[in-house]
């Protein structure tokens, strides 16, 4: 594990940490779609880079673009529900930093065993071999939650429409 | 090389538990339901990069990647929906708390 490694995933800590305790919905959007950015950087260093840009055009833009669309179709808070909700806030979310913090010191102080062997190398082949050969089913899955997904979409926009 | 493929898993490891702490804290403490969705997102990326790091530790990238593709493609889909739900109970109920969710209350 190198430098630039640790610096990544102490910085993919600290934006998903921003991202459940910032007061903005907007803001804790921003802080996911950067999680999933350094997320990207991480699974190419990894050697993964077919994951690391679907991770890219899909968590980082798909998704925070979803986000976006529906923070935009809802109302913003009036500033007395705001000022209420931040005081709820920081009692509600002060633990989250202190639970972090003794989690990973019992998990530093834990002794795990140093030569754990790991599985054998089986034959390495192409991801695309692998997702088309290997992973029959999972396409056939994929294309079913999507059409299920898309089905249920329309479903809910119908109902609106007919009231 | 066995013991410092090890090392590097546990030490992606302790990094990713984290992550699954916030995540779970964003959902078991907040009453938004955004970022009840959002916090199932922080969940589903540590999982995510859990596979890629077990992918490189036992040097099968390829299956690694392929499981983290449907992965994506599963969480895409329950968010878009998810955030389809929530659009409809903000245009029922005109707020996004969960404890105003009370109409189906026996």
Known sequence: MTLIDIILLTAMVVAASWTVMTRSLLKSTIGLAFTSAIITIIMFRLKSPLAAVFELSVCTGLITAVFVSTISLTKPLTHKEIIKLSKDRVKRFWYMPVIMLTVGAALISLKLPGDFKMPLKLAEGDVRSVLWNSRQLDIFGQIVVLLAGVFGIVLLFKERNKR | ?106
């Not at chain 2, 859990?50 to 992918?55: E, K």
Request: glycine share 8%; aromatic share 8%; proline share 0%.
């Open chain 2, 1 to 106: 090389m066995m013991g410092a493929n090890w090392q590097l898993f546990t030490g992606f490891a302790f990094f990713v538990i984290m992550v699954l702490i916030a995540g779970l804290y964003c959902i078991l403490v907040t009453r938004n339901l955004m970022r009840v969705i959002i916090g199932l997102e922080l969940l589903t990326k540590a999982v995510t990069l859990l596979i890629i790091v077990a992918g490189y530790v036992t040097g099968q990238t390829a299956l690694a990647q392929s499981l983290v593709i449907t992965l994506i493609i599963i969480e895409v889909v329950v968010i878009a929906v998810a955030a389809g739900v929530i659009l409809s109970i903000y245009r029922h109920n005109e707020s996004l708390a969960a404890s105003n969710l009370t109409s189906l209350k026996g």
